[in-house]
C-alpha cells in the first residue's frame, strides 16, 4: 500500500499542496482505510505528506533546491559506478537489462507513467547490482523515493520522455563496449537531463 502510494505521488497523480483523506484514498484504491492510514503515517515520517489533525494529509512539495541536492548526490554514486561497471559488464548481464530499456521506451511513447516510473527504477537499481555493492543500491533506492516528478503528465503528453528513456539503451551500449568514460558521460547527461524532466522541464 505504501509503495502504490508513493508511486502515486512521484507520478504527480496526487498533487503537492492538495489535501487528501484516508477513507477517500481507501475507497479509490478499494481497500479500507486502516493500510492507507498507515501507509501515509509512514510517508509522513519520510517527509513525502504533512499530517493535519481532522482533515487527512497535505502532499509536501519538493523545492527546487532539494531536486538539485538529490541529484547532485545520485551524479555522485552513479557516475562512478558505471564506469566501474563497464568491465564487468558482459552479455549475460545486459540481456535483461536490454528488456526492460525496450520496455522504458513502450512505457514513455505510451504514456504510462507508473508504469515508466517503475521499470526505471528497475533498471538503475538492477544496473547497480551488478557491482555486488548493497549499500549503494539502497542509498540509490532511498534518493529515488525521495523524488517527486513535477510536471511528469505534461511531459508524456508531449512525448518528452521518449528521448529520456532511449539514453538507458545508449548507456547499455557503451557499457557493452567496455567503455568506462564513456559510460559515465552517458550517465552524467542522463541524471542532468532526468533532473529537467523531474522539475517538469524539457531539456534539449
Not at 486502516?34 to 515520517?45: D, I, W
Not at 531536486?67 to 559506478?81: K, Q, S
Not at 539502497?138 to 508524456?156: F, K, M, P, S
Request: aromatic fraction near 4%; charged fraction near 30%; hydrophobic fraction near 45%.
Amino acid at each position: 500500500m505504501e509503495e502504490k502510494l508513493r508511486e502515486a505521488m512521484v507520478a504527480g497523480e496526487l498533487r503537492p499542496g492538495e489535501i487528501y483523506s484516508a477513507p477517500a484514498l481507501a475507497e479509490q484504491l478499494g481497500v479500507s482505510a486502516t493500510p492507507v492510514r498507515e501507509a501515509m503515517m509512514e510517508l509522513g515520517r519520510e517527509g513525502f505528506v504533512e499530517p493535519l489533525r481532522h482533515r487527512g494529509y497535505r502532499v509536501v512539495e519538493m523545492s527546487p533546491e532539494a531536486l538539485a541536492d538529490v541529484t547532485e548526490v545520485r551524479l555522485m554514486l552513479e557516475v562512478p559506478a558505471v564506469g566501474r561497471i563497464a568491465p564487468l559488464a558482459v552479455e549475460a548481464d545486459l540481456s535483461g537489462l536490454r528488456e526492460l530499456a525496450d520496455e522504458l521506451v513502450s512505457a514513455a511513447e505510451a504514456g504510462e507513467l507508473r508504469r515508466f516510473i517503475a521499470v526505471d527504477t528497475t533498471f538503475h537499481l538492477t544496473l547497480l547490482e551488478i557491482l555486488g555493492n548493497r549499500v549503494l543500491v539502497e542509498q540509490v533506492r532511498g534518493l529515488r523515493r525521495r523524488t517527486r516528478l513535477y510536471g511528469l503528465r505534461d511531459l508524456a503528453q508531449s512525448g518528452a520522455l521518449v528521448p529520456t528513456a532511449r539514453e538507458h539503451h545508449e548507456l547499455l551500449d557503451r557499457l557493452a563496449d567496455g567503455d568506462g568514460p564513456g559510460a559515465e558521460d552517458v550517465m552524467r547527461r542522463h541524471l542532468d537531463h532526468v533532473r529537467g524532466v523531474w522539475a517538469g522541464e524539457v531539456e534539449g
